[in-house]
């Protein structure tokens, strides 16, 4: 049974211009979409393809060039969305409890209440004893936790992800998987999540929509319904993983053969 919509993307294009020679690029071209509430939906594709250009559509940090982005809660009113990228951007000069409860104080919380709630985020992401540790004292994937504890605790209803683990090395990065599905079961929010990984693709999604090269347009959304905890030995995760591969395959070509005009143009 499918949920109730959270988002609607409606033939969202996007333009930009090169600032050297002035010509005009097509980013994205008519992406239409429905986000649902409480999944986990991942964006896949090359590099340049527009995935990480729509997530911050999505975020409100960058705008269209046409189309219409609609959010489609109870109220019909729009939600915060808080992102969550690859470098960690936390303070140095706060810990890990005053990161984490940064944005309910630029919300104008009492200080008892957004403590309180950066406490409860510190032991969803399993951040216990490190309250008052500095960000130069942690590891990469325990950056991430303050910086995914940080995203949450300005109640969001959608946390928007571009390629937040891809820094972190493959035995940490699994880790961070598994925890990042722990916490979206949680929590029930909606996870909309930028990676070039197939094997994450597999491993987190409800949902994967495989975009083509540049200009960005959907090429196909391939529904994952294995159930969780899953593991990419296993007969369906590989037949998914095939897909996938053989959907990204032709893309992958055509992304490189632009970058080498684009290079040809620079």
Request: aromatic share 6%; proline share 5%.
């Amino acid at each position: 049974m499918s949920r109730p919509a959270i988002l609607e993307i409606r033939e969202a294009t996007k333009t930009w211009v090169r600032e050297r020679t002035g010509e005009s690029v097509l980013a994205l071209d008519g992406i239409s979409l429905t986000v649902e509430r409480g999944e986990f939906l991942i964006l896949l594709g090359p590099s340049g393809c527009g995935k990480s250009t729509l997530l911050q559509i999505v975020g409100d940090l960058e705008h269209l060039s046409s189309g219409r982005i609609m959010y489609t809660g109870q109220d019909g009113a729009r939600k915060p969305t808080t992102m969550v990228f690859q470098e960690y951007a936390l303070f140095p000069w706060r810990t890990v409890l005053d990161n984490i409860a940064f944005g309910p104080e630029m919300r104008g919380l009492g200080r008892a209440e957004r403590y309180a709630s950066a406490r409860r985020y510190i032991q969803l992401v399993h951040l216990d004893g490190f309250e008052n540790r500095y960000p130069h004292e942690l590891s990469g994937g325990m950056k991430q936790r303050v910086a995914l504890a940080r995203a949450l605790n300005n109640d969001p209803d959608m946390v928007l992800f571009d390629e937040p683990l891809a820094a972190l090395d493959a035995q940490t990065r699994r880790v961070l998987q598994n925890e990042l599905v722990r916490i979206w079961q949680a929590t029930g929010k909606t996870f909309i999540y930028v990676t070039h990984s197939l094997d994450e693709a597999i491993l987190l999604g409800d949902r994967v929509v495989v975009m083509t090269a540049r200009p960005g347009r959907i090429k196909e959304i391939v529904p994952l319904t294995m159930p969780r905890p899953r593991a990419l030995t296993r007969p369906a995760e590989v037949q998914a993983l095939e897909r996938l591969e053989n959907l990204l395959k032709e893309e992958v070509s055509k992304a490189l053969a632009e970058e080498e005009s684009d290079a040809r143009h620079e």
